[in-house]
Structure formats: C-alpha cells, structure tokens
T-cell receptor, first 116, second 113 residues
Framework: NAGVMQNPRHLVRRRGQEARLRCSPM?????VYWYRQLPEEGLKFMVY????????ESGMPKERFSAEFPKEGPSILRIQQVVRGDSAAYFC??????????????FGPGTRLTVT | KNQVEQSPQSLIILEGKNCTLQ??????????LRWYKQDTGRGPVSLTI?????NTKSNGRYTATLDADTKQSSLHITASQLSDSASYIC????????????FGTGTRLTIIP
C-alpha cells in the first residue's frame, strides 16, 4: 500500500506563473488536508477536503489559491500568479475518516515551491 | 490565539544518551496531542497520539507524557540512535472531529557518534 504521494517534489516558477501541486492520498482514504511550511516555521493548515467537497478552507489565502479533490484523480492545490512569498514546502496529508476520535493523518513528502 | 511552543529549539546529544523535549500549548478546547518526527526533506511521521484522558504513551524508545491541566507535554527518547536525528514536532488538535491541527515549530535533534 503506497503512502501519500505528492508531485512534483520540486517546482520552480517565475513570478506571475501558475503552480499546480498534486496529491494522491493513501488507498482508501477520502479525506485530504493541505499544509504550508515556510522556512523556519511550523506547518500551517490551509484546507481540508473530502471527495468533491471543500470542508474547511479557513487557512487558505482568499485570493490566488484554490484546491479541489475530484471524484477521480488526485487532489490539486492551485496557486495563480505566484509571488516570492509563496515559496514554501506544501504538504498534503490524508486520513481514512475524521469521525473517529483521533483519526491519523498520513503525510506526503511535500512539494517544495520556489518562486524566482 | 492557539499556540504550541516547543523547547529547546535545537539539541545535540551523544549517541546512546537519553533526552527529553518539551511542548506547551494554549489550544482550547483540546482534543488530542500528537508528536511527529520529520526528517529533513520529508513529511512528518506520527509517533504518538494522546487524548486528554491519557497521560503517557510509548512507541518503542519514544515515550510521550501529557498533563492536560498544565497544558504541557514531553517526548522522552531513550538510548538515542543516529537515525533519531530529525525535527520533532508537537501538534495539538482542537475539538473532536476538527482536523485543523496547530503545529509547533519543532525541536531540531542531532545525534552525534
């Protein structure tokens, strides 16, 4: 059973371009979470999705950022018109269910975005 | 504002020695506290999860403690190995079913031979 997969592992974009980050959850997991880690800082929650639904996007910047988790295929975090401040490591996690008292989240290896 | 603070920021110890990492949090209401290990360039990996009713939990050479009254937790590592070199992150979950985790900035542990 493969773990959470993210691609690309490294992404370089020029200011103003679009960045698309992909996350394939663990087999059987229907809950996906995106986190951002700025240099020397802790991970910060961005968005929580179930299949085809955004459950909580309170950590997502209001502009330029969007996320989806379609019925088929990976979850996508999309950043439009990237700026240097978007440079960070973006981690995806998945869980089997969040109705359990302590659902385990399994993290992917992250995508390191560099904006030049 | 919910916060998770960890100390020390970094720690260097000799292989074979024990160490204890500290975590204080202000997250409220509180559901559970987790310790993760994050190797450089990798995603976090869960070590332990404790609810407010648990005050100690072990996972091999890792033992976590929790005092929900004082809002403190510790992670004790015994007989350290070179592979223990990593960042150890304390993470707190607010309320039942809420997956919005609050992460500490981690303790960077380096084991030297």
């Amino acid at each position: 059973n493969a773990g959470v997969m993210q691609n690309p592992r490294h992404l370089v974009r020029r200011r103003g371009q679009e960045a698309r980050l992909r996350c394939s959850p663990m087999k059987g997991h229907s809950h996906v979470y995106w986190y951002r880690q700025l240099p020397e800082e802790g991970l910060k929650f961005m968005v929580y999705l179930q299949k085809e639904n955004i459950i909580d996007e309170s950590g997502m910047p209001k502009e330029r950022f969007s996320a989806e988790f379609p019925k088929e295929g990976p979850s996508i975090l999309r950043i439009q018109q990237v700026v240097r401040g978007d440079s960070a490591a973006y981690f995806c996690a998945s869980s089997l269910s969040n109705w359990r008292e302590t659902p385990e989240q399994y993290f992917g290896p992250g995508t390191r975005l560099t904006v030049t | 504002k919910n916060q998770v603070e960890q100390s020390p920021q970094s720690l260097i110890i000799l292989e074979g020695k024990n160490c204890t990492l500290q975590c204080n949090y202000t997250v409220s209401p509180f559901s559970n506290l987790r310790w993760y290990k994050q190797d450089t360039g990798r995603g976090p990996v869960s070590l332990t999860i404790m609810t407010f009713s648990e005050n100690t939990k072990s996972n091999g050479r890792y033992t976590a403690t929790l005092d929900a009254d004082t809002k403190q937790s510790s992670l004790h590592i015994t007989a350290s190995q070179l592979s223990d070199s990593a960042s150890y992150i304390c993470v707190v979950s607010e309320i039942f079913g809420n997956e919005k985790l609050t992460f500490g900035t981690g303790t960077r542990l380096t084991i030297i031979p």
